[in-house]
């Protein structure tokens, strides 16, 4: 038997490739297929099954396309209902990979065929069970996604309590639990920083398998959860009613534009999506820009922030390309009309205007403070973050709801902007320069380099 966690950082996604005797499985998929094809082809094994333990929403996954190169059966718990053939599991239901066993537990409240698929060994021992995003390190699913239903969050909350202790909690300590997410994902309200865990672990420091009624549960599984991403039902959509293949959207997307055509692009209404790091964006950009860098986590963002219906025409560094468009794809956003050929050195070649953001150091902006306390801060942080401390007088908005708070800000003053690092403040101040804020300066490091100058951080009175 042989199991390898893929996990990709950048969208806190773990998909898993299982063998035994020659034959595969896989559970989760991300959208592009070579590397699970690869690692069967490596190990000489039949990729026999790609096993989906829901329709995720922060991810596109690749079942479809896996299925369609290897042959495999995509299995869904029961339930499901997709517009491409599948094959729907009972619960309990069992499937043979070489001299191991996986079997289906039906385990609504996440979505309504959210289920977790247990591994029982050649020994006939249940070593595993893949969770999907019924149980995380730490945390359970939101009860919040369940597509065209009309069933409340509280409803889903009940379900979601009554599969964990019918299907979960009786599961024997020493199983190991790989779930479908770890930190970093909003399917989640606060998953822990590790990928994998075991049932007796969880037992003792989940907050969500404590012994409590159900009523104690639903409180505390919905208190503080947060708006879901705005392209989660896109792309739960999309992995129910199926898409076109990877491979003919990256074709399609990957287009060398000319200055002149990149022009004619933006005529026509499509937005610049620069994928340079913040460090490189603030130095020189095409004016309009967002920047959303690949160093970070960047589909979600993206997901987050652009509206999927918006043509985008892309800004890369060269030989990124393909990355860039191949990470929107993973989330859904396909409606990209090209790229920059030539990246900026390009447009600065061809004399074209460009613009800059200013950045200061943390130091400078006690320096700025101590003259003027006063000065205008924004915080873009999540509001989880900003429990920790937030300076004295400054205003608190979550960047995922910067698009929807900036009628609160005034473009003709100065805005002091950071977030914890400086990836997201880079954002926020692009996104505010798209807008008409022409005053804006970004903090070099973020919160974790303001702590180191003394700045008085107060305890905040309320998160946006």
Known sequence: MYIEQLYTSCLAEAAYYIESDGVAAIIDPLRETEPYIAMAEKRNARIKYVFETHFHADFVSGHIDLARKTGATIIYGPTAQTGY??????DGEEFTIGKIKIKVLHTPGH???????????????EHA??????????????PDLAIKSDLTINDLAGMMYDSLNAKIKPLADEVIVYPAHGAGSSCGKNI????????GQQKKLNYALQPMSKVEFVKAVTDGLTDAPQYFMLDATLNKQGYSSIDEVL?????ALSVEEFEEQLRKGAMILDVRTPDDF???????????????QYAPWVGALLDANVPLVLITDEGKETEAVLRLARVGY??????????????????KDVDTVKSISANELAARINSNPELNVLDVRKPGEVESGMIDGAQHICLSRLLKELHTLDQSKHYFVHCAGGYRSMMAASIMK??????VINIHGGMGKIKETGIRLVQPVSAV
Request: proline share 1%; net charge neutral.
């Open 85 to 90: 053939e599948t094959h729907v599991a009972k």
């Open 111 to 125: 979505t309504l065929e959210s289920s977790c698929y247990l591994l029982t060994d050649e020994n006939g021992k």
């Open 129 to 142: 069970v893949f969770t999907g995003d019924t149980l995380f390190v730490g945390d359970v699913g939101r």
């Open 192 to 199: 822990g920083k590790e990928t994998f865990s075991t049932i």
């Open 251 to 255: 074709t399609k997307n990957t287009k």
């Open 282 to 296: 603030e130095k020189g950009f095409v004016p309009s820009s967002v920047n959303i860098g690949l160093n970070g």
């Open 334 to 351: 396909e409606n990209v009309n090209g790229f920059l050929k030539g990246g900026i050195a390009a447009w600065k070649n061809a004399g």
């Open 434 to 439: 798209q807008k008409g804020f022409d005053h």
